[in-house]
């Protein structure tokens, strides 16, 4: 089923065809010398517009101007290594710092938990509002000695 939008032109395009019908008719009132100059002109305009028609030119010719290098058939397979090589050393480089980290948090807490196991006091106290004060003037106490 195809859909075909039904054209409707804009004010712009009724004005563009006044114009271009006013015109149509003011060229029949031209001169020979007139008409034949601007026809001369019509035809360098298109042979201008053929011939950059014809300068085009492909990708690979434009980077091998500019001084790229095009990825041959040859080099593809090294191409693609070298687009996920990056890739590769991010996520094993973020794969590292996890488990750095996760060891560095484990030491941590088996420093807490051997601290507590050597202490003498049990680790209720430590919950204990007035022991903590009791600690803090323990510190002030032993500061000032």
């Known amino acids: 089923m195809k859909h075909t939008a039904a054209y ?24 020979y010398d007139i008409s034949e100059r601007l026809r001369a002109a019509r035809m360098r305009a298109v042979a201008a517009c053929r011939q950059e028609a014809l300068q085009t030119q492909t990708a690979p010719q434009l980077q091998n101007q500019n001084g790229v290098l095009v990825a ?5 397979f090294w191409n693609g290594l070298a687009s996920l090589l ?47 004060q009791f600690l803090k003037l323990q510190a002030q106490d032993s500061n000032e000695k």
């Open 8 to 31: 409707t032109p804009t004010a712009s395009d009724l004005m563009g065809r006044k114009i271009a019908a006013q015109l149509d008719q003011a060229s029949n009132q031209l001169s």
């Open 72 to 76: 041959t058939p040859r080099f593809k």
């Open 86 to 132: 990056p890739l590769v050393a991010l996520v094993v480089g973020l794969f590292v710092i996890q488990s750095f980290h996760s060891n560095q948090r484990a030491f941590e807490l088996a420093e807490v938990d051997s601290a507590l196991l050597i202490d003498d006091l049990p680790p209720n106290a430590y919950i204990d509002s007035g022991f903590l």
